[in-house]
């Protein structure tokens, strides 16, 4: 469940830079929570050619993120909601503006 709510969180971030084709297939999987089955029976494709395109999609999107990574940026940032010390609070600020 973990990895379905990361690839969600990086389509988020990253879906214009899919194909029509691919994020129509990333939708139908994991936010409708279609089977395989059912995607290529609407789209009168073989279950394989979804497969491949989903499996392309998910690359994709993880490969943007260990180049941009924005949503690693973006967890450390929510992170820094709880730090209470301004001291050390401008350290990690610091330390993401850096990277």
């Not at 939708?27 to 499996?55: F, M, Q």
């Amino acid at each position: 469940m973990e990895n379905r709510e990361y690839l969600t969180s990086l389509f988020d971030i990253y879906k214009d830079l899919l194909t029509s084709t691919e994020q129509e297939t990333f939708i139908s999987y994991y936010i409708e929570d279609l089977s395989l089955s059912e995607i290529a029976e609407n789209r009168k494709i073989s279950k394989s050619s979804v497969g491949k395109t989903l499996s392309q999609a998910e690359t994709k999107l993880k490969e943007y993120e260990s180049i941009i990574g924005k949503e690693q940026i973006k967890k450390e940032l929510e992170n820094l909601l709880e730090e209470r010390d301004i001291t050390n609070l401008k350290k990690r600020i610091t330390k993401i503006i850096e990277k």
